[in-house]
Structures are given as structure tokens and as C-alpha cells.
T-cell receptor, first 111, second 115 residues
Framework: EDKVVQSPLSLVVHEGDTVTLNCSYE??????LLWYKQEKKAPTFLFML????IEKKSGRLSSILDKKELFSILNITATQTGDSAIYLC???????????FGKGTKLSVIP | DTEVTQTPKHLVMGMTNKKSLKCEQH?????MYWYKQKAKKPPELMFV???????INESVPSRFSPECPNSSLLNLHLHALQPEDSALYLC??????????????FGDGTRLSIL
């Protein structure tokens, strides 16, 4: 059975801090790893990673994949209160349409 | 606002009612999905349609009946639901390129309450 584990499950930081969210996986026939941000409603797509060692970056957010050690990290620099959300990691494996989700990391950024 | 539109945003229904949830996307995506999400849990896959054909049914009870009338629309028909079916129902869509899946894009969901 495919498995995605995120850590920590929750995190409280002050504005301006840098945070690192972790995602490890055990998936049959790994295809890609995705990060989503979920506030009140829809999970919003952030990144899709398929190759090891290539950093994807969007503003203050960046992510990288290590296919040898089976994990990914999501970094957020200079955090703002608007970054408060649940960050979901998900993996496409052999079941080609199925995303296996981790339980998410709840990030709270306080002023 | 997302590019996947779901209606209604909220729905309250009794256990004997019949209602439908609707989802629409105009991104040309050929895969569409229904998920159920309970509070503080990740989304759980219910159904996948690929090129308007049901591709995956994750052992969902028959009181949930999906329908894909065309490549832009996805419905979820509800009948005789139970209180434990109260949840956020999310629709998503994605493109496929060969054997590679592209990211799934989610709608804002329908928050369903069963009385």
C-alpha cells in the first residue's frame, strides 16, 4: 500500500521566520510528488516534482525532491500570516490517476 | 476563485432526499475526480472519470452515483445519505500527457450536511 508521511503535523512560527516542511513516501512505481496549500476551501496546487535534485521555486516558496532517499521538502522563507494553511503532500504512483495524500502539516504564522 | 466550479457551495439535506452536486471545468482536462474530505483529514478519492468513462470507483456506497455528461461536466447524485456522509466534497480535474499525470486542480467544494 502506498504511503505518504508528513512532518511536523503542526507548526507555529512568527512572521519573518523560515520554515521547512517534510514529506517522505513509500510508493510503488513513483511518478511524481505534488505540494498543495489548503486554506478554507480548495487545495491550491503549488509544485509538481518528478526529478531528483532540481529545485522548483515560486516567490518565497521552494521545493526539492530526493528520489534516492524518498523524500521532499517545502521551504517557505520570510513567512507571512497569509502563509497560514495546511500544506498537503501527495504522490502519483502506479495507480496512475490516484494521488496518495499525506495527512498534511498545519502551519500557523503569528504576527 | 478556482478554474473548477462547483455548485452548490453548501447543501443541507435529510436522509430521504435526493440531490446532485455539480462540477464544471473549461480547461480541456480529460480526467475528472470526486473526493470526500472530512475535517482535519486529507481528501479521499471516490471516483475518477477519464475521457468521460468511469475509470475508478473506490468502493463507494451506491447511495453516491457519479455521472459525466460531457468532457466539461461532472455530477454526483446523492440519495438516502447517512449522517456520516457529512463532509466537504471536492471535484478536481487534470490533463494527461501520455502516461504522465499533470497536477489535479480542485474546486472550492460543496459542504454537505446530512440531518
Amino acid at each position: 500500500e502506498d504511503k505518504v508521511v508528513q512532518s511536523p503535523l503542526s507548526l507555529v512560527v512568527h512572521e519573518g521566520d523560515t520554515v521547512t516542511l517534510n514529506c517522505s513516501y513509500e510508493v510503488t512505481n513513483f511518478r511524481s510528488l505534488l505540494w498543495y496549500k489548503q486554506e478554507k476551501k480548495a487545495p491550491t496546487f503549488l509544485f509538481m516534482l518528478t526529478s531528483s535534485g532540481i529545485e522548483k521555486k515560486s516567490g518565497r516558496l521552494s521545493s526539492i525532491l530526493d528520489k534516492k532517499e524518498l523524500f521532499s521538502i517545502l521551504n517557505i522563507t520570510a513567512t507571512q500570516t497569509g502563509d497560514s494553511a495546511i500544506y498537503l503532500c501527495a504522490v502519483y504512483g502506479a495507480g496512475s490517476y490516484q494521488l496518495t495524500f499525506g495527512k498534511g502539516t498545519k502551519l500557523s504564522v503569528i504576527p | 476563485d478556482t478554474e473548477v466550479t462547483q455548485t452548490p457551495k453548501h447543501l443541507v439535506m435529510g436522509m430521504t432526499n435526493k440531490k446532485s452536486l455539480k462540477c464544471e471545468q473549461h480547461m480541456g482536462h480529460r480526467a475528472m475526480y470526486w473526493y470526500k474530505q472530512k475535517a482535519k483529514k486529507p481528501p479521499e478519492l471516490m471516483f475518477v472519470y477519464s475521457y468521460e468513462k468511469l475509470s475508478i470507483n473506490e468502493s463507494v456506497p451506491s447511495r453516491f452515483s457519479p455521472e459525466c455528461p460531457n468532457s466539461s461536466l461532472l455530477n454526483l447524485h446523492l440519495h438516502a445519505l447517512q449522517p456520516e456522509d457529512s463532509a466537504l466534497y471536492l471535484c478536481a480535474s487534470s490533463q494527461r500527457e501520455g502516461n504522465n499525470n499533470q497536477p489535479q486542480h480542485f474546486g472550492d467544494g460543496t459542504r454537505l450536511s446530512i440531518l
